[in-house]
């Protein structure tokens, strides 16, 4: 992992995500409650079918833009403890392209802590998604395409 504290994991990899170490890595006694996100790869999107996706990022912003979350998480949830990986690469059909988990003294907030973070990193760091299909392939902007993506 590429930061660790005694309050946020934060990381970039380019192979499977390992969620029970993400989830290990919150555990803390004074937690009540532990949320974990698996953003995964579906097999379809607006009627196509998908056969995969391709992430890239600029880690130099990505990295902090991620710390950044966790520590507004971390001051908004006095107590919350959060771990965030993304994946790069290639990410098939049904594997975690993201997982986040979030531990806070209290379900609500670790639920919404956790909600904060996914909605976050989608808007707010320098990570692309393209999406491939059998006939094609494009790149996704963070809101969702208004219709069928053309094929590149």
């Known amino acids: 992992m590429a930061q660790s504290s005694s309050t946020m994991v934060i990381d970039l990899v380019p192979g499977t995500i390992d969620a029970a170490a993400l989830e290990a890595a919150v ?18 999107h ?35 403890r959060v771990a965030m990986v993304h994946r790069l690469g290639r990410v098939l059909v049904g594997e975690a392209s993201v997982v986040i988990a979030v531990s806070t003294p209290h379900r609500a907030e670790a639920f919404a802590a956790c909600r904060h973070a996914i909605d ?31 094929a590149s």
Request: glycine content about 10%.
């Open 120 to 150: 976050s990193l989608k808007t707010q760091v320098p990570i692309w998604k393209k999406e491939f299909w059998a006939d094609g392939s494009a790149w996704v902007e963070g809101t969702p395409l208004a219709g069928p993506p053309a």
């Open 46 to 80: 607006l009627g196509r079918a998908v056969t995969h996706l391709e992430y890239e990022a600029y880690p130099a912003m990505a990295l902090p833009a991620l710390r950044a979350i966790a520590a507004e998480i971390a001051e908004r949830w006095p107590g919350a």
């Open 27 to 44: 555990a803390d006694g004074a937690a009540g409650a532990i949320c974990v996100f698996h953003g995964v790869t579906r097999n379809q």
